[in-house]
């Protein structure tokens, strides 16, 4: 009933708006043929119909939010702040004051859509109106980000007393291939700031990438506050590769991440690698150490040397406090417990730990998720498999009927150089150049991995070679936002010589944005019109 009247107030507004839009003030303005389609959009939308007119975004224009979910209107004005950061233009959010208002861009949340998905939504542009319409806030979230993609970069001054930023009309419907979109930082290997991590979310969002998969824990630093077991961070998170000290983050910074995830409908999955990549945790509470060999501190790169003992309460008990503290601080409803490379493990060992730690993820109401190393244990079919190297394991995952994120080594790792010559990076899975990094298609991957049980798409950056956001940045970008078309564009859409197009036109927010993104010489790179010091930073 609150639904069906929150409706129709939506609608008597909707019908004022549109009433004052008919006695316009100001002259008609007439724009050159528009064609919607050729909009260079990343990730590309399902169906683009093209109608030829424009939308004319200038400073006569307000955004309206209709929709019962509260989301909406903070909704409504993440876009106004983007639209400001881009054009210099302030539109007004559900102001009352529509005297002096020529068109608008609504958004509405409504239970018709055409296509029927999670985070889908569709988008209508005419002459006077840009009505965006989804089922849920966050399908509103990721249209939006069509929206603030289709707004040219430049304003178009020559067609009246005022600037005009002509947005092409016709229809956009579009929803998501995949319902996980990921990618991964490792800040336990090099620290990342709060605004650090920040700031890639940001970036990340505006390709409609909706996970933020932390890696906090390895040998070399331990990145997350347990309260019950403080010295973790005390004397893990003291290090990091190469020597340049560590860093952690309390529990309130690691919400404020949650939380500024969240107001863009990214999920946060915390890792807390075990029982191998623990050399960190075991240096700081000898007694969960199974090697048997003296501990110390480690700021180098090597992988597989520590273990967990397996085989005592105390870890276990350990564990618990650990997923409980974290689980409790995360919304989201996945728990990456690592289990990657434990080569100090013995494997009837790292079957019993994982079978062990599974139940424990599940008490605390989440689901397990591992690098595919985890399907030799005997995991639930509720759990998921992190495929990265092993298709052995993989295919063992799908038997077992859990589901699969796909993060191929060879493809997917944004940690692997560009070629010979890149700065940052390593290259034992191979060199992954930027078409490289497009040319896959995550749903013929594997034949044991079949489409039905791909959870998603994964990036994941490793941090031995890069230790701040600019290198963080020259690694991620611009191939992430290849990851972000395989997750959620389906397939006959995909194509490369198309794709490089749409990509070379991203300079301009890249540059924007102050992005240290790779200008890979694969890419015509648009030259950006913006210097940085001219516009607001977005
Ligand atoms: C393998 S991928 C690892 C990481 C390294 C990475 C470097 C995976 C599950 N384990 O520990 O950081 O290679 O590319």
Not at 40 to 59: C, H, K, R, V, Y
Not at 136 to 150: D, E, K, V, Y
Not at 321 to 330: C, S
Not at 341 to 366: L, M
Request: net charge negative.
């Amino acid at each position: 009933m609150k639904r069906r009247l929150h409706f129709t107030l939506g609608y008597i507004l909707i019908a004022i708006f549109l009433l004052g839009c008919q006695t316009q003030k100001r002259p008609e303005v007439s724009f050159p043929a528009t064609d919607l389609s050729k909009t260079n959009f990343i990730p590309i939308p399902a169906t683009i119909e093209s109608t030829g007119d424009a939308f004319g975004l200038d400073q006569y224009t307000a955004i309206l939010t209709v929709g019962d979910d509260e989301g909406f209107s903070d909704i409504g004005k993440f876009l106004s702040e983007k639209i400001r950061g881009k054009t210099g233009l302030l539109l007004p959010v559900n102001s009352e004051e529509t005297a002096d208002i020529d068109r608008i861009i609504m958004i509405r949340q409504t239970d018709t859509l055409d296509i029927a998905a999670a985070e889908g939504y569709e988008i209508a542009i005419d002459r006077d109106s840009l009505i965006l319409k989804a089922s849920s806030a966050a399908g509103a979230f990721r249209g939006i980000q069509t929206i603030r993609q289709m707004i040219p970069e430049s304003s178009n001054d020559t067609l009246a007393d005022r600037s005009i930023w002509p947005v092409p009309t016709g229809r956009i419907s579009d929803a998501p291939l995949f319902g996980y979109r990921g990618s991964m930082l490792d800040v336990a290997r090099h620290f990342f700031s709060v605004e650090e991590v920040k700031r890639f979310i940001d970036l990340l969002s505006y390709y409609k990438i909706n996970v933020l998969h932390l890696h906090l824990t390895d040998d070399q630093g331990w990145r997350i506050a347990i309260k019950s077991w403080p010295k973790l961070t005390e004397i893990g998170g003291s290090t990091e590769v190469g020597g340049t000290g560590g860093g952690f983050f309390t529990q309130e910074d690691y919400t404020e991440i949650v939380d500024y995830a969240a107001k863009r409908y990214m999920t946060i999955v915390p890792e807390v690698d075990m029982p191998g990549h623990t050399n960190a945790a075991s240096v700081s509470y000898p007694i969960l150490d199974g090697t048997g060999k003296p501990l110390k501190l480690y700021e180098g790169t090597r992988v597989g040397f520590s273990t967990f003992d397996t085989r005592k309460d105390t870890v276990y008990a350990f564990i618990d406090d650990v997923v409980r503290e974290i689980a409790a601080i995360t919304p989201g409803p996945y728990f990456h417990i690592g289990g990657d490379e434990s080569h100090a493990t013995r494997p009837d060992d790292y079957v019993y730990f994982v079978n062990k730690v599974e139940k424990i993820v599940q008490k605390y109401g989440k689901r397990m998720i591992g690098w595919d190393e985890i399907a030799t244990a005997d995991v639930d079919q509720s759990s998921i498999a992190q495929f990265w190297a092993s298709e052995e394991n993989a295919a063992e995952a799908v038997e077992k009927g859990m589901q699969v994120i796909l993060s191929p080594a060879k493809k997917a790792y944004l940690d692997m150089k560009y070629d010979t010559i890149s700065e940052y990076g390593l290259n034992w899975a191979a060199y992954i150049p930027v078409d490289t990094a497009y040319n896959w298609h995550p749903e013929r991957y594997s034949p044991s991995i079949p489409t039905s049980q791909i959870l998603g798409v994964e990036a994941p950056l490793w941090s031995e070679t890069i230790s701040n956001s600019s290198e963080m940045e020259y690694l991620a970008f611009p191939r992430v936002i290849g990851y972000s078309e395989l997750s959620w564009s389906l397939p006959e859409k995909r194509d490369w010589d198309n794709y490089k197009q749409r990509l070379a036109h991203q300079a301009p927010f890249l540059d924007r944005m102050e992005v240290n993104y790779y200008r890979s010489e694969l890419i015509d790179w648009e030259e950006s019109k913006y210097t940085y010091k001219e516009i607001e930073k977005d």
